[in-house]
């Protein structure tokens, strides 16, 4: 097994040898960001998106940006290289990153294309200084309506947006609206509880955060894990062909098979490092648990995730699909950028901040 097969998981071989210690400029009013976007909310020691504040649980500082990094190459090594899968023609002129995070799949597939313009959206301006000529980040809200204008994107593209909206169905509408003709949507996702190849899951800290996550998110209301849904969503939204594939990110290298094992070794300092920004704001707020009792927990949870005998994964789905041709947009626009409130910022007028 190669690690990118859809494969039953019980064909996974455990290694027994595992050390179990490895441990375009726009206007300039479209460039004026408000001071507040970047006066980032402090909580439990995190900081958080100060634009619209509390409607996304998890934090947007530097140790939550060098874990989206790593996430990133997590990716590149489960798609070889690829950024993504939909067959997206080999000169698309816009392509969209909803929740771009650091910005650094959007800064690749701008590298990727340099036609092609690349526009990112978030909640918060943690994108980098130095960015390639046709990538653009906007601080918008993707459940808020989309303004781009005419401008019709040959990609939309989600990357681990779990328990980021209220109403998906309503996101993928947007995104309907948005594709250009031929154009493609495309959803990595996470899917929690955790899967086994055995039992060794059951009964762990692992398995308890799991339960907890998806409840404290149900209560926030937000829930982590819908994408069982997301076929039929895009389907009522209007999206044809829709394909799936599932992967596999083992919680550490317990593996035999190579590459299963360095995705697990990377995936372990994932979840490790990411622990308590996916937990603290989530758990204290949805499940009223005080920070020290997060804490706790998490450090429990830390120890299950090392544990070279718990053989669990994280299932990651990616699904794409395009729009049927009777009701294909016809007009491949040039960019027209929102104003005012959404703020399309460039960097030579940032005002240096840290956060």
Same mark, same amino acid.
């Given at each position: 097994m190669d690690g990118t097969q859809n494969s039953a998981p019980q064909t996974v071989e455990v290694d027994v040898d595992s050390d179990s210690a490895l441990a375009d400029d726009a206007s300039t009013a479209s460039t004026s960001l408000a001071e507040s976007i970047?006066?980032?909310?402090?909580?439990?020691?995190?900081s958080y998106h100060a634009y619209k504040p509390g409607? #996304?649980?998890?934090? @947007?500082? +530097?140790?939550?940006?060098?874990?989206?990094?790593?996430?990133?190459?997590?990716?590149?090594?489960?798609?070889?290289?690829?950024?993504?899968?939909?067959?997206?023609?080999?000169?698309?002129?816009?392509?969209?990153? &909803?929740?771009?995070?650091?910005?650094?799949?959007?800064i690749d597939v701008?590298?990727?294309?340099?036609?092609?313009?690349? &526009?990112?959206?978030?909640?918060? !301006?943690?994108?980098?200084?130095?960015?390639?000529p046709n990538c653009k980040f906007i601080i918008d809200d993707a459940e808020d309506t989309w303004l781009f204008g005419s401008t019709k994107f040959d990609l939309v593209h989600f990357r681990v947006m779990g328990g980021c909206?209220?109403?998906?169905?309503?996101?993928?509408?947007?995104?309907?609206?948005?594709?250009?003709?031929?154009?493609?949507?495309?959803?990595?996702?996470? &899917?929690?509880?955790?899967? @086994?190849?055995d039992h060794t899951y059951a009964g762990t800290a692992l398995e308890e955060w799991d339960r907890n996550m998806i409840t404290a998110s149900e209560n926030f209301g937000k829930e982590i894990c819908q994408v069982d849904s997301y076929k039929g969503w895009l389907l009522e939204a209007g999206f044809v062909d829709i394909q799936q594939r599932d992967f596999m990110w083992p919680s550490n290298p317990w593996p035999k098979?190579?590459?299963?094992?360095?995705?697990g070794k990377w995936n372990e300092v994932n979840i490790t490092d990411g622990l308590e920004g996916f937990s603290l704001k989530l758990m204290t707020h949805g499940l009223g648990w005080s920070e020290t009792s997060v804490q706790v927990h998490i450090a429990q949870v830390r120890s299950a995730i090392r544990d070279r005998g718990i053989h669990a #994964?994280?299932?990651?789905? &990616?699904?794409?699909?395009?729009?049927?041709?009777?009701?294909?947009?016809? #007009?491949?626009?040039?960019?027209?950028?929102?104003?005012? +409130?959404?703020?399309? =910022?460039? =960097?030579?007028?940032? !005002?240096?901040? +840290?956060v």
């Open positions: 970047f006066d980032y909310r402090r909580e439990n020691g995190r409607s #996304y649980v998890f934090p @947007c500082d +530097e140790k939550e940006s060098d874990r989206l990094d790593l996430q990133h190459h997590l990716f590149q090594l489960t798609l070889d290289g690829k950024l993504f899968l939909a067959p997206v023609g080999p000169d698309p002129h816009h392509i969209l990153d &909803i929740g771009t995070g650091t910005g650094i799949w959007a701008a590298d990727e294309f340099p036609s092609c313009e690349v &526009i990112g959206t978030d909640l918060a !301006p943690t994108q980098p200084s130095f960015v390639p909206f209220k109403d998906w169905r309503q996101v993928f509408k947007h995104a309907f609206d948005a594709c250009a003709p031929g154009g493609y949507i495309e959803v990595k996702d996470f &899917i929690l509880p955790m899967k @086994c190849i098979d190579r590459k299963l094992k360095e995705i #994964y994280f299932s990651i789905p &990616i699904l794409w699909a395009n729009l049927p041709q009777a009701v294909r947009h016809s #007009y491949h626009g040039p960019y027209t950028p929102p104003v005012l +409130e959404l703020s399309v =910022y460039n =960097y030579d007028q940032m !005002p240096n901040r +840290e």
